[in-house]
């Protein structure tokens, strides 16, 4: 679903954020992508997300190569991945209701479908009776959790959040990923970037390791030269 | 089918958002609408009054008449037989002859020359024969008519009365022209005005933007909601015009009415017609969207996410 081929990025004229990275995801994988801070974690997801464009190599999602494409087809490839941010980027100015509703809202669908669809993500990360509430009466516990109900409404077939577990308490985050192994159950391809290494012996699954921009090792083993 | 449907639905909403926008902040847009509405009304009112300043000149456009001054030595008797043979003319309609001791009697009761004239010892005027050529009467043959005229050894000079008529329609077209310009400036400031509303407007929901952009929304749905704000602020601001131009006319109307009293009716004054109406609509929402439009062109753009 998700496949680096010797993808290096550089930021202008700095150093390389990644240096010939190569690595493949399989639809419906949960993958936990960890490394020192600056090692370019957020770099690779922005780079699935066509936040930012690889240097060299090549990024596909699902079979196609994004790293030219046009500009024009961004927002239709964004609309197919759901994005968790350690800042939940919630807006302020509306209702919890509404905030989850944006990306359907944004993909066009009828406001009947989309009524049922963001209750059912509230009622999937409990909070079906805070519908009408702000952001800001909210926990930050319970912002993260808003924040993973607008990333898996629209239904997308590609999940990644950046550190989604950055200010929850050690309970909190393992609830959190309890939720997002539901969703790789379910089909749904995972990358989730943390350096909370406690919690992800807690959890299990396959990682990813970066350090300085190259990847170390995937699922504990050094990856082989190329 | 279904995707029309939900385009149109999809413009409705953005259409009724962007109305709910303006009257969350009423304070703003009242403003707004208001600088608008006036920017309107201006040209508006100075081309309403120019027209009928147009038409009244139209009025006159087939008055013709001019005067005959005797020499000074000439005798009233003189004046009468110059004024019989104008009349007998085929050319001419009537004619009215002006004693110059009417004429002094004139100046005489006029205020501001009164002292003067009762001074004199003799009288200094001629006598006057005031001329109405016929309705439809050549022109050339006319000027044939007055040339000829101003060789006869009675005759001083022949004055025409329609020198000011063609003095009025050079006035009014310059008038005209003028109206032209200025509306074309305060049409410009109007798309100045909602592109520095709508510029503000994308600045306060910077934040909305980018998680928009983030989540996948098009460039198409991001402007929208900017574009259909230019919409309803011409939209209203064009309805302020009116409403304006309506009081101004409603202000005027007593003056107007004795105006027309004094031209005998014959003169119908120009109002706010469906013309008007239509013109200051089409140009507020040309105006409006115009602005959002160079708005949104220059700063959507520069808003991306940063994560
Ligand atoms: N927009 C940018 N412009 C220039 N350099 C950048 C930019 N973003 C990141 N970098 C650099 O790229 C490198 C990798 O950054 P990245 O944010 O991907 O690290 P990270 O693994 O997410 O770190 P952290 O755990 O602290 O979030 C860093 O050296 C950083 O300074
Ligand atoms: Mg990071």
Known sequence: MIRFENVTKRYGKGREALRDVSFEIDTGELIFLTGHSGAGKSTLLKLIALIERPTRGQVLVGGRNIGRLAARHIPAHRRQIGMVFQDHKLLEDRS?????ALPMIIAGYRQREMRGRVRAALDYVGLLDREKQTPAMLSTGEQQRVGIARAIVARPKVLIADEPTGNLDPDLSLDVMNLFRRFSE???????ATHDLGLLDRVGGRRIVLDDGAVAATDG?????? | MNAIVNYCIRHAQNCIGALGNLVRQPMASTLTIAVIGIALAMPSGLNIIVSNGRALAGGFEDIRDFSVYTKPGATLAQAENLRGRLDDDDLVANTRLISAEQALEELRTDNEFGDVVIALADNPLPHTVVVRPIPKADPEKLQILTERLAQDPLVDIVRLDTEWVRRLNAFLELARRAVWIV?????????IIVGNTIRLDIQNRRAEIEVSKLLGASDGFVRRPFLYTGFWYGIFGGCFALLLLAGSLWALSGPVERLVRLYGGGFTPLGMDGATI??????????????AWSAVARHLAAIQPKV
């Open chain 2, 278 to 291: 239509a013109l200051v609509f089409a140009v507020g929402l040309a105006a409006g969207l115009a602005g």
């Open chain 1, 186 to 192: 379910v089909g749904v391809t995972m990358l989730i």
């Open chain 2, 183 to 191: 509306a074309t400036m305060l049409v410009g400031a109007v798309i």
């Open chain 1, 221 to 226: 083993q050094t990856q082989p030269a190329t």
């Open chain 1, 96 to 100: 919890v209701f509404e905030n989850i």
